[in-house]
């Protein structure tokens, strides 16, 4: 071989991106904000829009890497024309606020555009419950209404946080910018592979609820599909639910749960960038023993780490990459494939990735939740 198999390199997780009517700043094109400083610097100047609310939150709550797009009309063509400025912008999250306020059929047309930006570079759409909706029943009807992905998770109820430039001091947003802060700091303390949900996710920067949601309400809305915030004594509000829009009859149920699929994103994305490496290499049995000892190296680490809940490593992941992978035919295509096995929730039972790589270009695709 003539390529070098690099040690894999983990990819971040917790890039979120915000398209949102801010009270200044760019319109209309992409800005990279590390900090709550930056942010303030690049689109403060005036009284605060709920989309620069929800941004502050996600700084508050642990959240350090965002990606801006400001909007001068936040309905429903304006949303998705900033939603469309992301097309060459890798992220993990994305947040778009205004979009809870739109008549249910607008909100509908700009969460699928996001959702189809959202699918295209392997992220997650959090999304906020509209003002009004103030109860569990209320909240029900929502979520039917709702469109149905994997690569989405709704939040319920919306949160009280402060506001100096409100009559009250404070006003009452949608959670998605304090839940995307949530992921960033799971991320960090824990892993990707680790819920962001409990009590240790606590929602900071958040003064009350809007509405308290008790154990009927929460085991009402869970298998819907809406994951609540709630608040116990000691612990303050936090995140209750992990649960992505999979719906009932839904595909993908191997996802039907936030941290799976973040975990499956960020497995493909780093094994995707670490195989560069092997796409001009012959396609041969040097090459496939050099990306299944590459690629398992890596799934040790994480092992090591302890983002697999079995005690071997047999038990938790599995590397395939040769003739039981690819035909005649993609092996005389020059195409390279590679099945990845791993457990995140039960030993044994596992989420299949398959990766393709051909001419320079990596493809994969979502395998089943099955034991092997």
Not at 226 to 246: D, I, K, M, Q, S
Not at 272 to 300: H, I, K
Request: proline content about 7%; glycine content about 12%; overall charge negative.
């Amino acid at each position: 071989m003539n390529g070098a198999a690099a040690a894999i390199t983990p990819v971040a997780t917790a890039r979120a991106a915000f398209v949102g009517r801010f009270p200044a700043g760019p319109v209309g094109e992409v800005t990279a904000v590390d900090d709550l400083p930056g942010f303030a610097a690049a689109f403060g100047g005036g009284m605060e829009t709920e989309a620069s609310l929800v941004v502050r939150q996600f700084y508050a709550n642990g959240g350090a890497d965002a990606r801006i797009v400001g909007v001068e009309d936040p309905d429903a063509a304006g949303l998705t024309a900033g939603i469309e400025a992301l097309a060459a912008t890798d992220f993990d999250v994305l947040c778009v606020p205004d979009a809870a306020g739109l008549p249910a059929d607008a909100t509908g047309s700009v969460h699928r555009a996001a959702l189809a930006r959202c699918r295209e570079t392997g992220a997650v759409l959090l999304i906020d419950p509209p003002p009004g909706v103030t109860d569990p029943g209320a909240a029900s009807t929502w979520a039917a209404g709702l469109v149905t992905s994997t690569h989405a998770a709704a939040y319920f109820p919306r949160v009280r946080v402060a506001d100096p430039g409100a009559p009250v001091g404070e006003r009452v947003i949608g959670p998605s910018g304090s839940v995307a802060g949530v992921y960033a700091r799971t991320d960090r303390e824990h892993g990707v592979w680790k819920a962001p949900a409990g009590t240790d996710a606590g929602l900071l920067g958040v003064t009350a609820l809007e509405v308290a949601v008790d154990d009927r309400g929460a085991a009402v809305l869970g298998p819907l599909g809406v994951n609540t915030l709630r608040e116990f004594p000691g612990a303050g509000p936090v995140v209750w639910g992990a649960r992505t829009r999979h719906g009932t009859a839904g595909t993908d149920p191997e996802y039907r749960y936030v941290p799976v699929r973040r975990f499956a994103i960020f497995l493909t994305k780093s094994i995707e960038a670490g195989l560069g490496w092997a796409v001009f290499e012959p396609n041969d049995e040097p090459l496939w023993a050099a990306v299944r000892d590459q690629v398992g190296s890596f799934l040790t680490g994480l092992f090591r780490a302890g983002a697999f809940p079995g005690a071997t490593e047999d038990e938790c992941w599995f590397v395939r990459c040769g003739a039981q992978t690819m035909t005649g035919a993609d092996i005389a295509a020059g195409r390279l494939v590679v099945l990845v096995g791993f457990a995140p929730l039960q030993p044994a039972e596992f989420v299949l990735l398959r990766i393709e790589q051909e001419s320079g270009r990596v493809r994969r695709t979502s395998g089943s939740h099955q034991p092997l």
